[in-house]
């Protein structure tokens, strides 16, 4: 019986430890919201962008791009599709906000997750997402070309997912008729548009993708 007990607690420790590694596989874990309503006297468009770190970095070029045009607000963080809290973070902010626009970005994080793990919460994201107003113009970007630090004309060891990533939101996104913005094929074969850590984009990358974003409201 003791024997028995400390063969399911072992179980138990290691069913844990796989989840951490599963769901917690960065050393930095982030969150940004920033909510802004179009006023009555306005009546502008709500837009809302989700993603991350990228996101972060094109959000106020894109509010910039549409100032006087709409109203736009960000949720940003390092949680990939399929983290244990990152459908409740935006379930609980959908349900007390309503947007026009909604442009979403998920993809460079969560490497410990294969392509078809990511892909499996695909619908489900967009199901949350659409739940609250099935009317929302719904745009998928999908996921940058990612390159070796200081070796950019080299793709890295994660980048082959990230193409195998972006076939599945395609695919997904042709089914549901969703328009898909193409980061992908913006930065695969273009090296001045990164910087030296080979993720992310510099200016010029980053006025690109807001400039591909800002064509899209009307």
């Not at 080979?198 to 010029?204: F, R």
Request: proline letters at 3%; charged letters at 20%.
């Amino acid at each position: 019986m003791k024997n028995t007990i400390c063969f399911l607690l072992l179980l138990g420790s290691i069913a844990v430890q796989a989840q951490t590694k599963r769901y917690n596989n960065e050393s930095i874990s982030w969150n940004h919201s920033w909510i802004v309503k179009s006023t009555p006297q306005q009546n502008l468009p709500n837009v809302l962008l989700i993603g991350d770190s990228h996101v972060e970095r094109y959000y106020p070029v894109v509010t910039n791009l549409l100032k006087d045009k709409a109203a736009v607000s960000k949720i940003t963080t390092s949680l990939s599709m399929g983290d244990a809290t990152f459908m409740p973070q935006l379930a609980g902010l959908l349900a007390k906000h309503k947007f026009d626009y909604i442009f979403f970005n998920n993809g460079l994080h969560g490497v410990l997750f294969t392509p078809s793990e990511y892909a499996a919460d695909i619908s489900k994201v967009y199901k949350l997402l659409t739940k609250n107003n099935p009317a929302v113009k719904f745009v998928w970007a999908n996921t940058t070309a990612r390159r070796v630090p200081n070796m950019l004309d080299s793709f890295d060891a994660y980048h082959a997912d990230v193409i195998e990533r972006n076939k599945y939101v395609g695919e997904f996104c042709q089914k549901k008729g969703i328009t898909v913005l193409d980061f992908f094929g913006l930065t695969v074969n273009d090296t001045t548009l990164f910087t030296k850590d080979g993720i992310h984009v510099n200016e010029l990358g980053v006025g690109a993708q807001a400039k591909l974003i800002a064509e899209l409201i009307r």
